[in-house]
Structure formats: C-alpha cells, structure tokens
C-alpha cells in the first residue's frame, strides 16, 4: 500500500503562486510514476503532470505547461506542485496520485492506483 497526503492548498490571487506537496509513505516507490491531477465539481478529472520516481523525467498538460512545475525529493519522500502565473481557471480540488504499475506516465487517471484526499486550490480574478 501507498499512502499519500496533500498540503499547500489555498486562495490566491490571479498571476500568485502555490506550491503543492504530497507526502509518500507506505511501500518504496523506487520505479513508480507520480502524478497531479486536478478536479473541478461535476467534472472528470485531469491531468497536470507526471513525474517517473527513479529518473525525475516529467510530463504535463499543454494547460499548464512553462508555469506548473513537479518535483521529487527522493530523501523525503515528497513529490512537489510549484505553481506560478496562477489563473481564474487553475481553480480545482488537486490530488496527488501514485502508479506503481508502469514506468509510463498516463494522462488517464484509471491508469493511477493510489490517491490522496486532494487539496483546495482557488485563484480569485
């Protein structure tokens, strides 16, 4: 099992910025993808960018692609959101989301096994 836990949400004003983390614990996660997804109500989630543990190579959504960046920090166990530029529509429940399965990065949340409980980010305008 893998547990993950989110931190860092909050309200900010357009053009700010947050940084979101997510504590690992549980199993090693050596060789699995990290990823954030993010969730409006009424709406699938999507995803925002994937990380591979061992290798740090990333991958994002053109949405948010050159002002969210994901990191790791293998010492700590925690995969990082920094967020920057923020818009009115950056407005979700975010959620951290562990695939222990494949060294592949999906953009299909169905791909992912563990979760978090998801962290509140709102940009006012």
């Known amino acids: 099992q893998v547990q993950l836990v989110e931190s860092g949400g909050g309200l900010v004003q357009a053009g700010g910025s947050l940084r979101l983390s997510c504590a690992v614990s549980?199993?090693?996660?050596?060789?699995?993808?990290m990823a954030w997804f993010r969730q409006a109500p009424g709406k699938e989630r999507e995803f925002v960018a994937g990380i591979r543990w061992t290798s740090g190579s990333t991958y994002y959504a053109n949405s948010v692609k050159g002002r969210f960046t994901i990191s790791r920090d293998n010492a700590k166990n925690m995969v990082y959101l920094q967020m920057n530029s923020l818009k009115p529509e950056d407005t979700d429940v975010y959620s951290c989301?562990?695939?222990?399965?494949?060294?592949?990065?999906?953009?299909?949340?169905?791909?992912?096994?563990?979760w978090g409980q998801g962290t509140q980010v709102t940009v006012s305008s």
């Open positions: 989301a562990a695939d222990v399965g494949s060294p592949i990065i999906y953009s299909d949340p169905g791909k992912y096994e563990f």
């Open positions: 549980g199993r090693t996660v050596s060789g699995y993808v």
